[in-house]
C-alpha cells in the first residue's frame, strides 16, 4: 500500500465552499471541473484514496479552511462532456477523456481559517507550492511536514503567528 500523499485543493468558495460540501450527503462531492494540465495529471495518476488535502478558499480571503480525505481516486470527469456544463470541453469524450476527478469527503472545518497572511509567516512553509510566485495551480502537493504545520496551526484557535512568545 503506498503511503497517504498531502494535497491542497483550491476552491472560489463561491463557486464551491466548505460549507457546500459539509450540506452534501455524506459530506462527500467530486472535485470537479479542474482544466489545467498539470492539476489533472495530479488528479489522475498521483492522488489516491486515503490521501488527505487541505481545503483552501481561493479568492478575496484567501485561507486555508479544513482538511477532506480522498474516497475515490481519479476518474473521468464526465463534466467535460456536457455541453450545458460550464467546465465542458468538446474534446473530452468517453472514450478519451481529457480531465479527471477524485471525490473527497469532509473531514475537518477549522474554527478559524488560515488566512494566506498567517501561512507567508510560517518559516516552515518557506518552500510550499503555495506560497512560490507565479504557482496558481488549483491542485498541488503537501509535504507531510508542511500538512502537519498548517494542521496544527489552526486547530489552536485565537492563536496568531505574532504570539509566538508564549
Same mark, same amino acid.
Given at each position: 500500500?503506498?503511503?497517504?500523499?498531502?494535497?491542497?485543493?483550491?476552491?472560489?468558495?463561491?463557486?464551491?465552499?466548505?460549507?457546500?460540501?459539509?450540506?452534501?450527503?455524506?459530506?462527500?462531492?467530486?472535485?470537479?471541473? #479542474?482544466?489545467?494540465?498539470?492539476?489533472?495529471?495530479?488528479?489522475?495518476?498521483?492522488?489516491?484514496?486515503?490521501?488527505?488535502?487541505?481545503?483552501?478558499?481561493?479568492?478575496?480571503?484567501?485561507? +486555508?479552511?479544513?482538511?477532506?480525505?480522498? #474516497?475515490?481516486?481519479?476518474? *473521468?470527469?464526465?463534466?467535460?462532456?456536457?455541453?450545458?456544463?460550464?467546465?465542458?470541453?468538446?474534446?473530452?469524450?468517453p472514450e478519451?477523456? #481529457?480531465?479527471?476527478? #477524485?471525490? +473527497?469527503r469532509?473531514?475537518?472545518?477549522?474554527?478559524?481559517?488560515?488566512?494566506?497572511?498567517?501561512?507567508?509567516?510560517?518559516?516552515?512553509?518557506?518552500?510550499?507550492?503555495?506560497?512560490?510566485?507565479? +504557482?496558481?495551480?488549483?491542485?498541488?502537493? +503537501?509535504?507531510?511536514?508542511?500538512f502537519?504545520?498548517?494542521?496544527?496551526?489552526?486547530?489552536?484557535?485565537?492563536?496568531?503567528?505574532?504570539?509566538?512568545? *508564549?
Amino acid at each position: 500500500m503506498a503511503p497517504r500523499q498531502y494535497w491542497l485543493l483550491k476552491s472560489e468558495p463561491s463557486e464551491f465552499s466548505i460549507d457546500d460540501l459539509r450540506a452534501r450527503p455524506d459530506q462527500t462531492e467530486p472535485w470537479d471541473g #479542474v482544466r489545467n494540465y498539470q492539476a489533472r495529471n495530479f488528479l489522475r495518476d498521483r492522488i489516491k484514496a486515503g490521501d488527505e488535502a487541505l481545503f483552501y478558499h481561493s479568492g478575496k480571503e484567501p485561507a +486555508v479552511v479544513g482538511i477532506v480525505t480522498v #474516497v475515490r481516486p481519479g476518474y *473521468s470527469d464526465h463534466t467535460a462532456w456536457d455541453p450545458k456544463s460550464k467546465h465542458f470541453d468538446p474534446r473530452s469524450t468517453p472514450e478519451a477523456p #481529457v480531465w479527471f476527478m #477524485v471525490d +473527497v469527503r469532509l473531514n475537518e472545518v477549522f474554527e478559524t481559517p488560515l488566512t494566506l497572511t498567517e501561512l507567508r509567516k510560517m518559516p516552515e512553509l518557506e518552500s510550499m507550492m503555495l506560497l512560490r510566485k507565479g +504557482v496558481r495551480l488549483s491542485v498541488q502537493p +503537501v509535504s507531510p511536514e508542511e500538512f502537519q504545520a498548517i494542521v496544527s496551526r489552526a486547530r489552536l484557535p485565537g492563536l496568531s503567528i505574532q504570539d509566538d512568545s *508564549s
